[in-house]
């Protein structure tokens, strides 16, 4: 099994910024990439961004690239979401993911349908 908690979300004015942490327990030592989506009121579960478990490969939604960045401290068992430059529509509650291990789990998936373990959510509100 894997724990995850989120920290970080708050209210901020358009245009600021906050940095989102992920702390994962558990099974930490296996090699799975990692995940964060929103889901904002009324509206879907929606993909934000993903790691390798190296760090050195991510992948972004496109309404975020640019603007959003993901990384982790495996030492920490942290994953990370630095977000600029934000947007009223940014506003969302936060989760992280990550898959059960297999073959595949370090791949970048982007489908919550394939993720396996989430945290609790954290709310992000930013005010136009």
């Known amino acids: 099994q894997v724990q995850l908690v989120e920290s970080g979300g708050g209210l901020v004015q358009a245009g600021g910024s906050l940095r989102l942490s992920c702390a994962a327990s558990g099974r930490t030592f296996e090699r799975c990439a990692m995940a964060w989506f929103r889901q904002g009121r009324g509206k879907e579960r929606e993909f934000v961004a993903v790691?390798?478990?190296?760090?050195?490969?991510?992948y972004y939604a496109d309404s975020v690239r640019g603007r959003f960045t993901i990384s982790r401290d495996n030492a920490k068992n942290t994953v990370y979401l630095q977000m600029n430059d934000l947007k009223p529509e940014d506003t969302a509650v936060y989760y992280c993911a990550r898959r059960k291990y297999n073959y595949f789990c370090d791949y970048l998936r982007t489908s919550n349908h394939e993720y396996d373990y989430w945290g609790q959510g954290t709310q992000v509100t930013v005010s136009s």
């Open positions: 790691v390798r478990w190296s760090g050195d490969n991510t």
